[in-house]
């Protein structure tokens, strides 16, 4: 080999060298590197072809590339103009290309092309073409929109949730939105309602000319249609924010109230898959569902995206059934503010009316428009400031309620004004709930109750009067009787004969017995009717029952009987009427002298018995038989009438004597046995009774309210 | 002895006290009323007086105070049908009052009654 050769032969290893770089570059390169001729026939291509497009090297080497069929029809013009006119301008670089090319899988593969036009002696004889995979980074730009289409979309959303009107249906625009979001399905909207448990189907969305055949297999209006919820765990789903696939189609969405056979038919005419379903939620408060309905070809993507709008619409949800709250409470209030048949004025610290009710109008004679920011005064009074009675006036240095009653005389009426302060955080009165009522009636009906008392006081003083003067008259005439007889009976008038004296006697007892019967009537009529004078002195029991025994000796020693005295000692003193409580005893050991045979003993006796002092007349005389030991307290009540008479007495002592204890708080009972005696008892207690004869206003003389109860011990 | 002067509006009971008294000795006057009782007292010079308290005219209260005036001051002794409570006793007890009789009395008690006061 000369040195040519070897020349040569460097020049070729050099050559080599370079191609085999060449090579190794070409081939492994992450690109597709392409030459076609300007006829468009692949002359090289590297192996790439097959990573990229799913083609071997040698199926298309020497194809043309644009029939291989992997270009969009459509993009083939562009890609051809693009290429002319490079070549007409003399340029070698065509600006990168973006297109879809077909890969031999039938997907498409986006790919970013770049070309250098390849010139022989400045005629064009094909081109170089680098075709990269950018499909990855065509994700990440569809991401990218994505992303700004779904922040859009929320954005657009919630403006929508805080334009919302009133009147607009919020469950439509939900139901729509998610349409929107999500296409190719069919959205239900419900609402909850806690207090019924139920879910009511409030709108839907993307059912088209189904819809009829829809109806009539349900036989009713879709809107409307409430379910009850039974599945405490579906409940639970709900409020979880997450979407749910929901089992059992839509027989399984009614909660088993739809027929079965009805809800598959449905399905099938609506080509429904799957449903799936995500509650609207607060705070664990359930306000409704949307119900996503998914057709055969479709699947749910972009749950999050979902998700996140079913949650600004529970928000919009939530905020709706608060106003709504609101709302129903505010206008609440306003009827039972107008309602009210009292005037009501709110009013503030400047006096001013800045709300009131229809009431008021009546009440000042004003239409609403006049009165509302008028100040009280003016419209009330026609003054220039409050009057000095203002009850507000008051309540702003009482800062408590405060009213007044008024009397209007062109009207005739009376009114009670009163305030209400509402205090702010300091205690200062910054407004006030200002009520006039009118109160003519109760006024009336107050005097009524006046002059009514006052006619009762003039009745009380009537039969007070009454009664003195008949007492008065009815006994003058008996001291000139008595004393008469008596002057006549000692002789002071002169002689008389025995026959004279006897006569004159039965004439004395008579009159001493109309005489205790006029007392015991005026008694009975004073103890009735309230009127019995009580004069409270402290007395000693031990002189009342002494006073007594001496009193009713002289009776006693007519029958030869004997009255014992058992008074405990240091018995404390009471305050009573000793007066009358006298007339108690008296009455008792009279009758216990009348009915006990001539000889035989009475005690008296007198201890303390717990706060009371117990009294007790004792005989051994006939007794009282025991049916009739009920009534001898009754007015009138005689035992035995008609035999006793001779003894005197209507009936009225025990009945006057249960009267005179009953006023002094105190009780009267009897304990008899036929034939072995009675054994009256009464008691007094020892704490001062206060009012005597207030007290006495209550007692029933004549037993109306029946007999027994206490009395009997 | 003793002069006693009866006041009572009952002629009956004024007579009958009068001749009762009359007999056991007393120089007896009697008068129907208060004020006939204020125009004698003085002429009179009674030791001892019964008042019934319920007459027509001046009330009892206004006689004892009339007759604190007067230069005759006989003890009074009243004849009442009512009983005097606390007040009543109070405006009674002062003055000449010495003593008081119920309605309808017994001829012996009001016999003692006035003896024991003569003395």
Known sequence: MGKGNTKHRHAEGALFESETRFRSIFENVKDVILFVDKYGKILNVNKKVDDILGYKQEEVLGKNFAKLGIIKLKDLPKIVKLFRDAIRADEKVIPLLELALKHKNGTWVNIEAGTTVLKKDGETIGTLNILRDITERTEEKERKKQLIHNLKFLSESSMKFVEITPEENIHQLIADQIYRLLGNCYVLVNSYDISSNTMELKAITGIGKQLNTVLKILGRDLIGMSFIMTDDFAKSELTKGKIVKVPGGIHGLSFGKLPKKACSAIEKVLGIREIYSMGFARGGKLYGNAVILLRNDFELKDTEIVETFMRQASVALQRKQVEEELKNALSEWDVTFNATKDSTMLIDDKFKIFKANFATERFLGKHLNEILGGTCYELVHGTDAPPDTCPLKTAKHTKKHEGIELYVPEKNVWLSATVDPILDDKGNLTRAVHIIKDITERKQAEGKIKEQNIQLKKLDKIKSDFLNVTSHELRTPMSAIKGYLQMLLNQSLGEISEEQKKGLEVILRNANRLDNLVQDILDVSRLESGTMKFIIEKTDIQKLVDEVTETMQSSADLKDIKINMEVEEKLPGLNIDQDRIKQVIINLVNNSIKFSPGGSIINIRAKKEEGNILFEVQDFGRGIPKDKQDRIFETFYQVDSGKDTKFGGAGLGLAISRGILLAHSGKIWVKSKEGKGSTFSFTLPIKPVKDLEERFKDVDMFLLEGMGEGENG | ?119
Do not use: W
Not at chain 2, 18 to 47: C, T, Y
């Open chain 2, 1 to 119: 002895m003793v002069k006693i002067m009866i006041v009572d509006d009952e002629p009956d009971i004024r007579e009958m006290l009068n001749i009762l008294l009359h007999k056991e000795g007393f120089e007896m006057e009697m008068a129907e009323d208060g004020l006939d009782f204020l125009e004698k007292v003085d002429s009179f010079n009674p030791g001892i007086v019964t008042l019934d308290v319920m007459m027509p005219g001046l009330t009892t209260e206004e006689v004892l105070n009339k007759l604190k005036k007067k230069k005759s001051k006989p003890k009074v002794i009243l004849l009442t049908v009512v009983r005097f409570d606390g007040d009543e006793k109070k405006i009674f007890e002062q003055g000449n009052v010495v003593d008081y009789i119920k309605k309808p009395f017994d001829i012996d008690a009001f016999l003692t009654c006035v003896e024991k006061h003569v003395s």
